[in-house]
């Protein structure tokens, strides 16, 4: 079964930064492109970041663009993202997507992260 | 960025019967290579999303087949045959054509 569990979330005050984590199983991590998405309280889906098997092709939405980055370890089946100069709009759940076909195919359960001060 | 808008924003819908949500797009969704990257999720109320179509009209496994996907270019339509008490949650149509991909804003489905 395919799993992604995500971790790393929690209260920031504006400024800070976080770096999130994401553990993949069930299936073969380096094959697959990986990203992050999120869901600020109460409203609908947007996409953060993407990356290619091989961590070389990386995609941003402008909005996160200089201080997020995305990062993967294959030896560890792990997908990450650094978060810094967290903003107030940046409060939402972050989930770890698996993709296909320039989609989504599983999704993580999600980690709160809350910047505020 | 590529603007998808979602009719209608809410559905409430009567047990059995069909539904439709529309999704258009601000630019064609025809990738340069053929194929078109338009999706669909579900996401129940306090869970993850769920894909239920791509490709437009891809159902994923384990989809009911009452769920179907159809459309081109930069219309399309998800429908729901008859309705059951399980497909309340909120619908979301993305495109996977154009970095960055967007989603729509959500169509709330509930039972009336």
């Known amino acids: 079964e395919v799993q992604l569990v995500e971790s790393g979330g929690g209260s920031v005050q504006p400024g800070g930064s976080l770096r999130l984590s994401c553990a993949a199983s069930g299936y073969m991590f380096s094959s697959h492109w990986m990203g992050w998405v999120r869901q600020a309280p109460g409203k609908g889906l947007e996409w953060v970041a993407n990356?290619?098997?091989?961590?070389?092709?990386?995609y941003y939405v402008d909005s996160v663009k200089g201080r997020f980055t995305i990062s993967r370890d294959n030896a560890k089946n792990s997908l990450y993202v650094q978060m810094n100069s967290l903003r107030a709009e940046d409060t939402a759940v972050y989930y770890c997507?698996?993709?296909?076909?320039?989609?989504?195919?599983?999704w993580g359960q999600g980690t709160l992260v809350t910047v505020s001060s | 960025d590529v603007v998808m808008t979602q009719s209608p924003l809410s559905l409430p819908v009567t047990l059995g019967q069909p539904a439709s949500i529309s999704c258009r797009s601000s630019q064609s969704l025809v990738h340069s290579g053929g194929n078109t990257y338009m999706n669909w999720f579900q996401q129940r109320p306090g869970q993850s999303p769920r894909r239920l179509i791509y490709?437009?009209?891809h159902r994923d496994s384990g989809v009911p087949d009452r769920f179907s996907g159809s459309g081109s270019g930069s219309s399309f339509t998800l429908k729901i045959s008859r309705v059951e008490a399980e497909d309340v949650g909120v619908y979301y149509c993305m495109q996977g054509t154009h970095w960055p991909f967007t989603f729509g804003p959500g169509t709330k489905v509930d039972i009336k």
């Open positions: 990356m290619d098997q091989d961590g070389i092709e990386k």
């Open positions: 997507v698996r993709m296909d076909w320039a989609s989504v195919d599983c």
């Open positions: 490709q437009v009209s």
